[in-house]
């Protein structure tokens, strides 16, 4: 497992980032905005977006709820999104922007 260090931020911030993660991959998500965010969700918008299965198990992988990288590397991930394929409804641009809002809490300095 990782350790936090000083390239992560606090103690506290590195539970808060592997709480986060957590409630992502439960069955109930994470609300952000007013968007349920779930694992299923991601897992479609990861596959609109060209990651293939393997990276998007590895993503969405819970076994190990504590490791703070799959953490940053979940967070990060969905920040980075693209725009929506063209023709794409306004619903799924929606939880697109709440995903990309979500993934900026890994980006966050803690001081």
Same mark, same amino acid.
């Given at each position: 497992?990782?350790?936090?260090?000083?390239?992560?931020?606090?103690?506290?911030?590195?539970?808060?980032?592997?709480?986060?993660?957590?409630?992502? #991959?439960?069955?109930? =998500?994470?609300?952000?905005? @007013?968007?349920?965010?779930?694992?299923?969700? *991601? +897992?479609?918008? $990861?596959?609109?977006?060209?990651?293939?299965?393997?990276?998007?198990?590895?993503?969405?992988?819970?076994?190990?709820?504590?490791?703070?990288?799959?953490?940053?590397?979940?967070?990060?991930? #969905?920040?980075?999104? =693209?725009?929506?394929?063209? @023709?794409?409804?306004?619903?799924?641009?929606? *939880? +697109?922007?709440? $995903?990309?809002?979500?993934?900026?809490?890994?980006?966050?300095?803690?001081?």
């Amino acid at each position: 497992m990782a350790q936090c260090t000083s390239n992560v931020g606090t103690d506290d911030a590195c539970h808060t980032l592997r709480r986060v993660r957590q409630l992502i #991959l439960s069955d109930a =998500g994470i609300n952000v905005g @007013g968007v349920q965010i779930t694992a299923p969700i *991601i +897992r479609l918008h $990861l596959q609109e977006s060209g990651f293939n299965n393997s990276a998007i198990s590895s993503l969405l992988d819970t076994s190990d709820r504590q490791n703070i990288i799959a953490a940053l590397s979940l967070l990060a991930t #969905l920040q980075a999104l =693209g725009d929506p394929a063209p @023709g794409s409804t306004h619903i799924f641009c929606v *939880i +697109r922007e709440a $995903l990309r809002t979500l993934g900026g809490l890994g980006t966050t300095n803690p001081a």
